[in-house]
């Protein structure tokens, strides 16, 4: 018990002293490292939406024009997904420390679990998703995804899962498969499950106040809602799971695919948010991600060293 004491009293001091420099580190939890550029449209059918976004020209320019925005805006660690690992692992390569890794699951039936237990058991993949399987059609509590649930416990890792009404122009999206309270009988089967849902499930605020209520393992990211939606929509939903009393498990994600200044709008939407304590900010952009990842004190410290000394 003392070793713990001093453990949280010395990494509170050296907070304490960074916090001082102004310069505090972010994890961004969902990124995205798409093979192609696709159309700037996607995400705004129908209409409205917020932006802008300044779409890359050629699928090259992502990777470095991504580290350097989150450089700028002292992001430490990023969680990056999508669908092909040969990308995924380059971004990991490029920039030693500053990723996880997960694998997009669109199809239920894919990829080979067998091939990802690998991949998982050698540290290559870090998290499981972005599950979504919602955009094919398959509710999230579809025994379809039960292996991929299973896989997470087995390997104590995190589940990232699209749950919620942005559907950008996929053609088999349910709407009704987004709702959140859907994932009950996959947490009452995997009482260990660790998961977070994106978008903080907008806008499904009632179900996931109501899920987040009774299983304490559920957090979520506000990724894409930070910028997609107008501000002040945002704020009014984010404000409404603070006063809930979970802005313990609110954690920053910019859901970043091709538009690298999505990161710095995200962060912009959270610092701008007037009813936020600076405490509650930090929670939101720092230290819930850094709780929920399971980072050790060591990694938490580099973290903070890192962007004091810039």
């Known amino acids: 018990m003392k070793k713990l004491a001093l453990s949280f009293f010395t990494i509170t001091c050296w907070i304490s002293v960074f916090a001082q420099n102004g310069n505090l580190p972010i994890i961004d939890m969902?990124?995205?490292?798409?093979?192609?550029?696709?159309?700037?449209?996607?995400?705004?059918?129908?209409?409205?939406?917020?932006?802008?976004?300044?779409?890359?020209?050629?699928?090259?320019?992502?990777?470095?024009?991504?580290?350097?925005?989150?450089?700028?805006?002292?992001?430490?660690?990023?969680?990056?997904t999508d669908g092909n690992l040969d990308e995924i692992y380059r971004w990991k390569d490029y920039a030693q420390g500053l990723f996880l890794t997960g694998i997009a699951i669109w199809d239920p039936l894919l990829p080979d679990i067998s091939f990802l237990k690998d991949e998982y058991s050698e540290g290559r993949l870090n998290i499981v998703g972005e599950i979504a399987a919602q955009y094919n059609g398959f509710a999230p509590n579809d025994p379809k995804l039960d292996r991929f649930y299973k896989l997470a416990v087995e390997f104590d890792i995190p589940v990232l899962i699209h749950c919620a009404a942005?559907?950008?122009?996929?053609?088999?999206?349910?709407?009704?498969?987004?709702?959140?309270?859907?994932?009950?009988?996959?947490?009452?089967?995997?009482?260990?499950?660790?998961?977070?849902?994106?978008?903080?499930?907008?806008?499904?605020?009632?179900?996931?106040?109501?899920?987040?209520?009774?299983?304490?393992?559920v957090y979520v990211d506000v990724s894409t809602i930070t910028w997609l939606i107008p501000r002040s929509a945002f704020h009014y939903y984010l404000e409404r799971l603070v006063i809930a009393g979970y802005g313990k498990r609110i954690m920053f994600g910019s859901d970043q695919m091709l538009w690298p200044e999505t990161i710095t709008m995200g962060i912009e939407a959270i610092e701008s948010a007037s009813f936020l304590s600076e405490e509650e900010k930090r929670d939101i952009l720092y230290n819930n991600a850094a709780r929920f990842l399971k980072l050790s004190d060591d990694i938490i410290i580099e973290h903070h060293q890192r962007v004091s000394s810039q």
Request: some cysteine.
């Open 30 to 80: 969902h990124l995205h490292a798409p093979e192609v550029v696709w159309s700037d449209t996607m995400l705004c059918t129908p209409e409205p939406c917020t932006g802008p976004r300044n779409q890359i020209n050629e699928i090259s320019e992502l990777l470095p024009l991504t580290v350097d925005e989150m450089r700028k805006n002292n992001v430490v660690l990023g969680i990056v």
């Open 166 to 217: 942005l559907a950008g122009q996929s053609a088999l999206f349910n709407i009704t498969d987004g709702n959140p309270l859907l994932l009950e009988p996959v947490l009452k089967k995997y009482p260990t499950l660790r998961i977070y849902i994106e978008n903080a499930s907008y806008p499904f605020a009632q179900e996931i106040i109501a899920l987040m209520n009774r299983y304490s393992n």
